[in-house]
């Protein structure tokens, strides 16, 4: 029996000695972003996130099982493209100042992740002013350039072959953005490519799906979809737009993974946006297309959350915290109209609306209708100061992460406008911002009733 514990004893020791070790990412920031201390580190399966200390500092452990594999350190709206090694540890050292990113690396992993931010690499963007051909031409010479960057630095081949590979989609997948830019950017009204530009497209970014885990090549290959959504379409609609995807995802995307991908993404973002707006059709095309069952799953989820937030609907209900630390509810608010604003202090196009909103307060007061603020800040002690510092009007609640209101409203994106009538039922689940001409014609609809 003695003989048994010391032999498993020793094998655990064995073992552990050949153990992958953890691999550790410290993190330090200078220039800290206004009311943010988070910062992540975003793999293919994980996302690793810690707050930054007094020093401004953070270390993050990664799984001991992590491969090494691209990923993304970000901080507030900061990307900062990495690669972890399994036991590389890394440092990372961000300068913040007036938007503009400076970003040094040490420790064992610190070679490539110099190389992956090089200022060639992470400044480069094509020109396109030019006309088809010299698009083309142009990118030719980019991936030749980036690519001889990369040979000088005599990394192992494995990490070598799979650069190339992200160097090549990160190239051309801006080709197919240049119709929308002749059109949109430089105005060329009816402006379309040729044949011959469309023909090269897929060709340039085929279908693999054993890069379906790297950034840029789930990037190239969306772009290319657009390009042909765009394609001949003579007006700015959304829906046709969409549709036109959509044909020709069904008709022309072979592989399923890439298939269910590409469907599950741009059909979820258009009903994330747009709800209800011709879902019936949607949902027939992603059925139809897409086969992953965990996907269709969460789109069915997505789609019946919309289906309660139609007009006319009641409307969820909120029971908040004011800045006294009141407890307000919807119900308390009963026969008046509601003007719901989601947002947060950090959130610059939120901070924008700020005065429009103030001004319809003012010029809704006596009214029949009630402005009431939902902050979505993780730091309650940091709303409060903006609240009362810069004395904002109307109804100012904390909602904080998580809010069960915020979520049954499929709110993704800040600032979020809601409107309610005045027996808490739903007008606009997604209404017009308050700097938007279109918001005074439905709330002076209303108070004239």
Known sequence: MVRWSVCVVLLSMVTACFRTPVTKVCMHVEGLMENDSAVSVITRDSVYTAYLDEARSAVLNLDREQKADYAVFRYHGVSVPIYVEPGKDLEDFLKIENWEIEVKFAGAGASKNEYLNNKTLREFYPDYKTDEAGIVQSL????MRLSSILDSMHFEASFVDKEKKRIHYLVYGYLPRYPAYQKYQLQRQGYEVSEKFYACLPQLISEEEELMDMSEYQTAIQNLVQAFGLRGLQEQNEWLYLKKQMEYIERQVKNQTIKDFLMDRITTRYVERRGTDHLEEII?????????????????DLCQKWVKLVKGQPSPVFACQDIEGKEVRLTDLAGKYVYIDIWATWCRPCRAEQPYLEQLIRKYEGENI?????STDRDRKVWEKLVKTEQLKGIQLYGGKKNSFIEAFVVRNIPRFILLDCEGKIIEADMTRPSDPRTIEVLDSLVSL
Do not use: L, S, T
């Open 284 to 300: 027939r095309f992603y059925h139809d297309n897409v086969e992953a069952p965990e996907k269709r799953q969460k789109f069915d």
């Open 370 to 374: 009630v402005f009431v603020g939902i």
């Open 140 to 143: 030719r010479g980019w991936e």
